[in-house]
């Protein structure tokens, strides 16, 4: 027989997030080293105010193909010779845009550190953006929009930002951009994109892993050396919502076994001063596998494979979504559940328990999130990205350890608004039309039917 | 070679061994850099083990042993890790289901007793109302992951085609939903006291921990267990080194782009020629680099997308798969013959030793990183010591990929990449064929 006597925790070992220094070079770059000694590998993250948010209006996706674009070519090596060179020393170099930054990144063994990261500076600081593979990314990202078609997922995710902000706000569009604005980018477009985004005030190189400061300060230093001075202009940016009252969109896709749900509201920004009372609420309602949410879709009513609840934390106000994917014939009470649980978050303390569990499981977790080079580079760019305090993560478990229960109230009260709660359902319209429209959640409209 | 010299040719991680009486191997690597604990079980059953009628079985068992044991309540093994500041999940192979869970360190007694009681005691807490939520679970995973997943169909439909039937890879990992509905309780509890027996399974326990307290821990908790009575051997599963013929299947369904799998037989998992066959997928398919991305992508602009992989099948035979999506314009013929045109060249003309020297490198950063986390080394020491009793295979990979020489990839070329060994699975967009020439096209493409 095993032991029926719970095992009781033993003491707590300290933990201390990396140390790192930050300092400014001559040139204005931005410099975050992070030693890390415990395999010979090392993470070079460069990050630039240069994402969605930056693109002018009808240019939707040039930020990520401006980024795409960097590993096509230098005015020394083409993009084949270039992968070609990374890859040869066991690195390849990813990049991309998200709404509020581009990155360029690797990992690689460090004692290829000093030529990966020469190789890295040329791709940033001397870029082509050939004619024809500027073509051939824009054909690729074309495709992509096509498959979402037929990907309920990511299908239901653009349709929820679509009708969750105003067509006003850049959060409102594809941070990829659509058929049509991607259709219209030219090698001009990303040209002009990158020599007025591309400069040293807005770019922060990030090291993390087997290296010290002064290795990876002649390091940057060497390789960033054409880089142009000067910073970008600030970003414009609205996210107001689309509407303020309750609707119910159907994207019509025939024969879905399942629908495919987002339900929410415009979130909060990232430095709103209620994100630690707030992502406790979160994980109380749907972040964590033990949330209410989750229990009550999948354990007791068995409708889902997964159900949860987030904030997309952005500088701007992101959206906060419960997302899952039910059989068709229980939309509707799936639903039914989703804004119970919105509602009875709001009206009365959660328990002692619940607060418990969240909040030992995000102080807990803490250490794990940081065991590789690329997650404590990550972790460095969120701190750059949303310009918080370097002792962020020093802080971080005693923030989440003081919020109270009182506070996860009122932080559901502030920052859930029930009335404006905005429903996505990608599924069969025939078969849920009747009984979604008989729920009366709000407004109903049929898409793509 | 001598192409690799440097810090990683002497990095290993530590590695101790030893078995308790009921048969349970258990595997100790140590590392003190981060407070945090991995422990990891791998049992050594998966669908290959389940009885004709019951596909899905073992993937549903997974779902049941979080629902509670004789000492542990319903779902409370997620919140005790959860609360303990932990991550924790399960998965179900052809060959093996793990579970595990990466905690504080302080925490590992708690880890180690969840465990021990589930393999122990499950069967008292079982019941019919929680066997069918946990079907129900299922059923929407598998509508989630599979069927209203575009190409989510492709493991299945693979196996289908390339193993014959009887053979135990041949049917659905995750199930069909008649047989998941015919499951029962007699049927989990035969499955329980068939392979979830310590002397089936290896714990592995990876981070901050002292070895002497671990042990004793272990002993506590695992060692009052009863080994089992012995399983059932499996079906016969060695298989010709080529299929023989050429296969094909062409899959009309809701996606947007074709899309062609070619699976080739190839050397199993860990054996000699493994290595030389994950070179060779790399060569093919690892990263822009590649000389079908360089080839299919980047040049011709007829693919969307490319890479090829292997299942790591220890038994029977490995698949070496190439995953090819074309770019809308592309037809489906022009798909096939370009994919094929590639495969004869590569067949023909075997790579070169600087393709080589770039897939071996890229293939030992990935190793390294992947050694980065508690969890990923734990899963691997339990991988090597489940498939071949030896988890110090864990540092060996290193030198076996270096090792692998051009000769040896051209040679694994010749024998398995041949037109007797190739096995096609085509999507094809549903509303796409809905004119009769595409239909055509469609059919007179193989």
Known sequence: MVTSLRPKSGPTRRYHFPEFHDETLPSGIRLVTAPVKKLPLATVLVIIDAGSVNEPRGKEGIAALTAAGLLEGTSRLDGAELAEKFEQLGTSLESGADWDSAFVKITTMSDKLEEATQLLGEVISSPVFPEREIERLKAERLAEILQLE????????????????SPESRYSRPDEGSTESVSSLSRENVNQFYQSNYRSGATTVIIAGDVTPERARTMVTDAFQKWPTGSAQKPQLT???????????????????????RVGHVGLPRKHPDFFPTM?????????????????????????YGASSSYDWRRGAGPFVVSTAVESEVTAPALTEIFLEIDRIRNEKISEEELSLARDYLEGVFPIRYETTAAIASALATLVIHDLPAEYYDTYRKNVHNVSTEAVLKSATSHLHPAELQTVVVGDAKMIRGSLADAKFGDLLVHNE | MGLHGGQFTTMRIPIETFHLDNGLFVTLSEDHTAPIVAVNLWYHVGSANERSRRTGFAHLFEHMLFQGSAHVGSNEHFELIQRAGGTLNGSTWLERTNYFETVPSNELALALWLEADRMGELLPAMTQEKLDTQRDVVKNERRWAVDNQPYGTMLERMQELVFPPSHPFQHSLIGSMEDLTAASLDDIAQFFSTYYTPDNAVL???GDFEPAEARQLVLEYFGPIASGKGKPPLPPMNLPPVFGKRLREVVYDNVSLPRLFTAFRSPVFGSEKYYAASVASAVMGLRKGSRLYRSLVRERQIAADVSAFTFD?????????????????????????EVERELDLLYREGVTELEVRRAVALIETDLVASLQSAGERADRLSMFATYFKQPELINEQANR??????????????????????????????????????????????
């Open chain 2, 313 to 337: 099948l220890a038994k029977g035979t490995d698949l070496l798969v190439v995953d090819v999506t074309a770019r809308p314009e592309t037809g489906i013929a022009q798909l096939e013959e």
């Open chain 1, 150 to 165: 037929s990907e309920p997922r990511g299908l239901a995710d653009e349709k929820f930002s679509e009708f969750l902000y």
């Open chain 1, 280 to 304: 406790v609420m979160n994980a109380v309602l749907g972040g964590l596998f033990g949330s209410r949410i989750n229990l009550n879709l999948r354990e007791v009513h068995g409708y889902t």
């Open chain 2, 401 to 446: 990929y270096r090792e692998v020489t051009t000769q040896g990839v051209n040679d694994l070329i010749s024998e398995r990449l041949g037109q007797n060994n190739r096995a096609s699975l085509l999507y094809v967009p549903k509303e796409g064929i809905e004119s009769e020439s595409a239909l055509a096209v469609a059919a007179s493409a193989g």
């Open chain 2, 204 to 206: 592995s326990i990876a």
């Open chain 1, 239 to 261: 996210t107001a919502a689309r509407t303020n009252s309750r609707r119910v969109h159907i994207v019509h896709k025939s024969e879905a076994p399942q629908s495919e749900l």
